[in-house]
């Protein structure tokens, strides 16, 4: 059985450059294995030589893509990382998200950035409910999803229940690209069903890209000497009922109703070749861009972008402050300058970078599809906008209110202004939201899983030598005030101005004991809102 791919998704009058880019991120439940094949996919890529020892953490190494202590500590991913590389002529830019669930505004803010996604699974555990979290999220997008079922070379799920799985719990189509033959110690390898051939798994050693070999005749009898008659029987037999599945649409897939499906074991590199060469022929390239007064088309000739993402201390050694864009029409040259259309102010941008997991390259040019670094001294935010010159607002850049809350506790009195500074650049970040009072001294700290407050802890520390301890304070909910009744929103301030604090935009929101506070303030104004989610 062969599947005729698409030479080019991509709309035909795209300049070529953006035409060939493929902007994705990486999303599963936590332990799937997403860093581990975000590694092997630079390694497949080219991009590195030897993947990090992802395994062996706690020890000297980690994995490429964990840039902060915490994550290098913990073997966990906190953080998302964007990294870029060629591969079969393609422009390709990955963004690994974090998976733990505490950090899933981090990851739905990059979701905003990219064109596609590729979701991991863990074979024997099926559709997890991170995984459905971050699949709503792509879907409310109509994101295109491709799927990575992993760990093979463990006991796992039969191909057939875990493809049932998928569809039942996420309502979405799947056609698989590969087939498994046999898993855990019996697993032997795939069958590529688009180049029809058999690819024998062989475990890699020391994280390099081990070479292959394969059978293109599937009724040749090396096929039953090197499989065995039964799992050649088996194999064949598979593949008649695969028969039977609708084709490889590539209009439902750019829908988001239809997911190819790659079979394979990250950590031993196998599957993730034939996963990579296949997503970059049939990933979106760059798409259009809602803003609040237009679309934005990516081959448009003026350059327009977004900040999705901020992160201090990349070089723990300069203190720096970068501003990761996303370029959504045009070209990026070195030293253009721009409109900073929030502040409606000329900037220029003299050394914008990208990256190749720890590395960054000062970058001459950069196109739609593309992920930047800005260079950022404070003036830029996430969901600012950047053009040359239309006044325009990107939308779809969410920020949902906390539920749990702690305020910060210095250990050294002399350093509250160093305390003050990281509280404020790791918030502007996302790692957690910073509510300044209306009335009395003390911040407060939002975050939407403990897992925050130990990661600022252990970052105001290494990046700002500051220690903190974050104390357990009675509240339990948090809402933004909003109305058009100035009147209003003035009686509810001069009534409840030591429940109300401005976060680090500046906006007003009422902090709570519980949402059941929250509901009677909303039943006693109604002229006023009290939301949970916000757009930047």
Known sequence: MSEPLPSEPSAPELPPEIARRRTFAIISHPDAGKTTITEKLLLFGGAIQLAGAVRGRRNEKHATSDFLKVEQERGISVSSAVMSFEHLGRAVNLLDTPGHEDFSEDTYRVLTAVDSALMVLDAAKGVEERTRALMDVCRLRTTPVVTFANKMDREALDPFDLMSNVESTLKIACRPFTWPIGMGR?????????????????????????????????????????????????????????????????????????????????????????????????????????????????????????????????????????????????????????????????????????????????????????????????????????????LLKFTGIPSFAPELFRRARLLDPMKSKSLVKGLEQLSEEGAAQLYRPLEGSDYILGALGSLQFDVIASRLESEYNVRALFEAVPLGAARWVLSSDEEALEKFKRENRHRLFTDIAGNLAYLAQSKWSIDYAQEQHPKLRFVATMEI
């Open 186 to 390: 019996s697993f032997q390898g795939v069958y590529d069903l688009i180049h029809k051939r058999v690819v024998f798994y062989e475990a890699a050693e020391r994280g390099r890209a081990n070479a292959q070999c394969f059978i293109d005749d599937l009724h040749s009898p090396e096929l039953d000497y090197e499989l065995g008659a039964p799992a050649a029987a088996k194999l064949r037999e598979d593949l008649e009922l695969l028969e039977a599945l609708d084709p490889f649409d590539p209009v439902a897939f750019a829908e988001g109703r239809q997911t190819p499906v790659f079979f394979g074991s990250a950590i031993n590199n196998f599957g993730v070749k034939e996963l990579l060469d296949t997503f970059v022929e049939i990933a979106p390239c760059p798409q259009p861009r809602a803003t609040t007064s237009r679309v934005v088309q990516p081959g448009e000739e003026r350059l327009t972008g977004f900040i999705f993402k901020i992160q201090a201390n990349l070089d723990p050694a300069h203190h720096d402050r970068m501003a990761f864009m996303r370029i959504t029409s045009g070209r990026y040259e070195r030293r253009m300058k721009v409109r900073h259309v929030r502040l409606n102010r000329e900037m220029a941008i003299n050394n914008a970078t990208v990256f190749l997991a720890q590395d960054r390259v000062v970058t001459e040019e950069a196109w739609a599809g593309d992920i930047i670094g800005v260079h950022n001294h404070g003036g830029l935010k996430v969901g600012d906008t950047l053009t040359e010159g239309e």
